[in-house]
């Protein structure tokens, strides 16, 4: 039995391993990226990130534009919204600005959020009615 798993191969429809992808610092790029690998942004991106694997943001990353992927990891600054459907992790002086979809979720003391946020597989939004939140406001 092997105590090490390697990760999965991903492969392109041409049978060819998918690599990581790196957007390094003092790069910038606007447009749609859909990422086969993984996918670490230290530069700047203006749109969408479509991956089936993680996404990375570091300190230095910004990016403007809605996430979807698998895991995620983020440090730098995002406005747009986040589609995570496994483990979103806020970390160090992130920045978020706009809404969370996440399977799960971790965030460090010292992130930024700003929106709504909607946790675990299968999770229902429920909006209170204005009579509702008037009676809520009003038991305080």
Not at 54 to 76: E, L, M
Not at 92 to 116: C, M, P, Q, W
Request: aromatic share 2%.
């Amino acid at each position: 039995m092997n105590m090490f798993k390697q990760k999965p191969r991903i492969e392109t429809p041409l049978g060819q391993p998918v690599g990581n992808t790196l957007i390094g610092n003092g790069t910038s790029i606007n447009g749609d990226i859909i990422a086969a690998g993984d996918l670490r942004i230290d530069g700047t991106l203006i749109g969408q990130i479509n991956g089936v694997a993680k996404v990375v943001i570091g300190a230095t990353g910004v990016v403007v534009g809605d996430i979807s992927c698998v895991h995620a990891d983020i440090q730098g600054k995002v406005t747009g919204n986040l589609n995570i459907s496994d483990l979103l992790n806020l970390r160090g002086e992130a920045v978020i600005e706009g809404d969370i979809r996440a399977g799960k979720l971790y965030i460090e003391t010292n992130v930024s959020f700003n929106g709504h946020c909607h946790m675990g597989k299968d999770e229902k939004v429920v909006e209170m009615t204005k009579d509702e939140k008037r009676r809520a406001i009003d038991s305080r």
